[in-house]
């Protein structure tokens, strides 16, 4: 691979950048091999960005985008191909697929949208190996991946007795062989009990065999993750998602985080992330009265300062949820009668598939899309508050610029809510037609860059325009002081960047991609005293025959990862 160089101007923009406090002042961003810079050379090459807003890169704090679950949803939905995107030129190639893209239209759409990183929310260890192929042939933005552990054997056996220096030290060994990023939980305890044709849908309920309950599980995950310092929090997907009433059970878990200190030196200050919160925010007993609790969720989160949360928009599309949360994949197949995949992951976790519509004329979807925009027009920290939708499960990732379209415009959002044929209800239902609060270009790159990758521990790479970090940049056709009336333009310039560089080299024009990048993939490398037990017992449990492959054939190899951002994470105990 040919070395990143050259000099690069872009000059005369409207530049956003919370990290620097920095809202709409027209200047320039410096670049030289792949790194911005105070200054380059009268040779450089400048890209004109006089009336254009200039952003860092975007950072996608959640999305499902590479792994088994992903080709078990392409597979079985042919007809999520029908959704095909332009005519494919040099260099670009065939690009397909809709809420489930193949990992070429996954890289270029991501570009287009100006995003340069994108972390893979739930990775299956034993899988990791084919998560890290794909992560290594989607084109130009860099990526990570977060192994799950909230359904975890060994997890759950070390926590039941309150091993917590045991369970950070498997959380070490497990993220250096997977090549991972941090420590996701899904449906902690649930997705176990699963299993045994059962669920935890409330944080003290007990998941069979192993006597543990979900609360005792984040707990001792969040004090694992600490006594590591990793460089991000514990990344939550709570129990009782998508249900009637499950607000309680969301507040319950939450609550966990009371009075925790984080320990890294990354520069987060948050010590869990509850993720697709969206889903997680509902009121009522049935569906009958299925209703919006994000205030009540977003009280709550403006007030602990040690959570950090993403959205999970529902974007009214059809789409395909996936998720390690297998019992919950079940019970929407029960709901919808639609195609169902489900697989248990040996002793780690397991995953559900089940194509779904969410249809606006539908109550439930109505309150939903509100619920996820409420969450973010609550929100009084847009760097604790991301903007994604869980990709795909409540749509897209593609329809990133149309949530920012809603959050930005009241009139875009009313135009939907009006559409509705049964608005009053839904009205009735949400407090959306209430809120008239506008989100700013400012808080949306906070929601969608600084905040993000801070969240991450990613601050030293990504989302910010500060001199020495990677040169992620975007050029947006927006101009700062004149936004533009028709709230579909918003939409349009966040879909298609006029320009992004991505590691200092210019990878979109006009909407257009010219090149493939040099893209680099993220993981950390927890460094900490030997753990003889847990040595010991990881061996036995390969010796025994408890997993299908061998000890030597788990971890991932080098090359599906080459060309890597290595964090390494020193532990002093």
């Known amino acids: 691979m040919s070395e990143i160089k050259g000099e690069i101007l872009i000059k005369g923009g409207f530049i956003v950048d919370p990290t620097q406090k920095i809202n709409g002042d027209v200047g320039d961003v410096a670049i030289r091999d792949g790194k911005i ?40 939905r042919p007809e999520d191909k029908l959704f095909k995107s332009g005519v494919t030129h040099d260099p670009t190639r065939m690009e397909i697929g809709f809420s489930i893209p193949s990992v ?147 507040l319950a878990s939450l609550k966990l985080a009371e009075g925790v200190k984080t320990k890294n030196k990354f520069g987060r200050e948050q010590v869990m992330h509850s993720t697709h919160l969206q889903f997680h925010s509902y009121g009522g007993d049935s569906w009958a009265n299925f209703c919006s609790k994000a205030k009540e969720v977003m009280d709550y989160v403006n007030k602990q300062k040690n959570i950090t949360i993403d959205l999970g928009c529902v974007t009214l599309d059809e789409t395909t949820t996936m998720t390690a949360d297998g019992p919950f ?36 979807n109505g309150v939903q899309w509100a619920t996820g925009l409420e969450l973010a027009l609550y929100a009084k920290d847009p760097m604790r508050t991301f903007i994604t939708t869980d990709h795909p499960n409540a749509g897209p990732f593609i329809r990133y610029p149309r949530v920012i379209k809603w959050l930005m415009n009241q009139k875009s959002r009313e135009a939907v809510l009006a559409s509705m044929k049964k608005v009053d209800k839904v009205i009735d239902l949400t407090n959306i037609h209430t809120l008239d609060r506008e989100l700013t270009l400012y808080e949306i790159a906070a929601m969608t860059r600084a ?24 050029v947006y056709d927006l101009n700062f002081n004149n936004m533009p009336s028709d709230p579909e333009k918003i939409e349009s310039a966040f879909l298609n960047s006029s320009c992004f560089v991505k590691s200092g080299e210019i990878v979109v024009r006009d909407g257009e991609v010219i090149s493939h990048g040099h893209k680099k993939t993220v993981w950390v490398n927890p460094i900490m005293k030997e753990n003889p037990q847990v040595k010991r017992d990881v061996a036995e449990s390969f010796n025994k025959g408890y997993y299908t492959v061998g000890l030597t054939n788990y971890p991932v190899r080098e090359y599906l990862a080459p060309h890597p951002f290595v964090i390494d994470v020193n532990v002093e105990a």
């Not at 040779?43 to 679950?69: E, F, L, Q, Y």
Request: glycine letters at 10%.
């Open 37 to 76: 810079v105070d200054k380059v050379s009268s040779a450089a090459k400048v890209i004109d960005a006089k009336g254009r807003v200039v952003m860092s890169g975007g950072v996608d704090v959640h999305s499902h985008v590479a792994g088994p679950k992903v080709n078990v949803g392409r597979i079985i």
């Open 104 to 250: 070429l239209k996954t890289g270029y759409d991501y570009a287009r949208m100006g995003y340069g990183f994108v972390m893979e929310a739930a990775m299956p260890p034993i899988h990791a190996p084919h998560v890290h192929e794909e992560i290594h042939d989607t084109p130009i933005i860099d990526e990570g991946a977060l192994p799950v552990f909230g359904n975890n054997w060994f997890v759950m056996e070390y926590l039941k007795k309150g091993e917590v220096e045991n369970t950070a030290a498997y959380i070490a060994w497990l993220l250096k062989a997977t090549k991972g990023y941090g420590v996701k939980v899904v449906n902690p305890g649930g997705t176990a009990a699963w299993a045994w044709g059962m669920n935890c849908l409330g944080i003290e309920d007990h998941v069979p065999y192993f006597e543990i309950t979900p609360h005792e599980i984040i707990t001792g995950l969040m004090a694992a993750n600490e006594y590591l310092g990793l460089p991000h929090s514990i990344h939550v997907h709570q129990n009782n998602l998508g249900n009637p009433g499950n607000y309680p059970t969301t």
């Open 451 to 474: 905040g993000p990758a801070k969240c991450l521990g990613l601050t030293n790479l990504y989302g910010s325009l500060k001199p020495g970090m990677i040169a992620d940049v975007a």
């Open 329 to 364: 994949e079940h019970h929407l197949h029960a709901l919808n009668h639609l195609k169902w995949a489900n697989v248990d992951v040996e002793m780690e976790t397991a995953a559900g598939v089940v194509p779904y519509i969410y249809d606006k004329n539908v109550v439930p």
